[in-house]
């Protein structure tokens, strides 16, 4: 992800306010269902933002207190600190773009039903496309755990499968309408290859440095980037939100696609 410099005082602000509203209200909502100690390590987190934010507009360091508890590491700190900042969309992270795409591009009056492929431990994304009455599967060998949302008013409903996704997943690629991927690398080829419009990106996980893309073996996001930008199928969206900051999205077999 590439950052400007060139960042204004508004956005500034913008931020630390929505740091502030979100905060409070991931006590009260704990969308992901957290423990005591991860909300603790949260907010830990957030105040720690906050108090580099103020810092480096001249006020002087703040210390609230709170710590992140023992039971807690870095690595899961951070984790969670991700996931707040993709469901409050405190700063506009890879799924929420694809979101925003899928809302533009894909109305669910004609795409009602949308396939999701690695949507992580919470499945944000289906839940966020669920809400908005699309009918979701996600699959993911990560999710947390099964479970299903019944059909809403509004055509909305979620059923998540913990497994992984093959290109033989023939019943969910017929019931299908369109696929997304979140932060899919290795399943990049499969998604090129769908029959099915398909809108998704990658990441920097450590699983990227032990994976092959037709054929040739890949070191690094950089390479598979690469590698998918030479399919003649794909297409490259570039995202740059107010801080400046760069997020690619690949769009695959865009067409015209009708109800049989």
Same mark, same amino acid.
């Given at each position: ?145 099964? !479970?299903? #949302? ?8 979620? %059923?998540?499968?913990?497994? $992984?996704? *093959?290109?033989?997943? @023939? ?28 809108? !998704?990106? #990658? ?8 994976? %092959?893309?037709?054929?040739? $073996?890949? *070191?690094?996001?950089? @390479? ?37």
């Amino acid at each position: 992800m590439e950052k400007s410099s060139n960042i204004s005082m508004e956005e500034v602000f913008k931020y630390r306010t929505g740091l502030i509203e979100n905060g409070k209200k991931v006590t009260i909502e704990n969308p992901d269902n957290l423990s005591i100690d991860e909300l603790q390590a949260l907010t830990a987190k957030i105040f720690e933002e906050l108090d580099r934010l103020d810092m480096s507009m001249g006020y002087p360091h703040h210390d609230t207190g709170v710590r992140r508890p023992a039971s807690i590491d870095e690595l899961r700190e951070q984790e969670i600190w991700i996931d707040f900042l993709d469901w409050y969309n405190v700063v506009p992270t890879q799924s929420n773009i694809i979101l925003g795409y899928v809302k533009k591009n894909y109305p669910k009056a004609k795409y009602p039903r949308v396939l999701c492929v690695g949507d992580g431990e919470h499945c944000h994304l289906g839940r966020k496309l669920a809400a908005l009455g699309y009918a979701v599967v996600v699959v993911d060998p990560v999710s947390k755990k099964e !479970f299903t #949302i019944p059909k809403q008013e509004n055509g909305g409903m979620l %059923r998540v499968v913990q497994g $992984e996704f *093959h290109e033989t997943s @023939e019943d969910m690629m017929d019931w299908t309408n369109f696929i997304v991927g979140a932060k899919v690398p290795q399943c990049a080829e499969i998604l090129t290859k769908t029959r099915k419009p398909t809108i !998704f990106n #990658i990441s920097g996980n450590a699983e990227i440095y032990h994976m %092959r893309f037709n054929g040739k $073996e890949i *070191h690094s996001s950089e @390479e598979l980037e690469k590698e998918i930008e030479k399919l003649k199928n794909v297409k490259k969206i570039m995202h740059t939100d107010s801080f400046g900051r760069k997020n690619y999205i690949y769009v695959c077999n865009e067409r015209e696609y009708e109800e049989r």
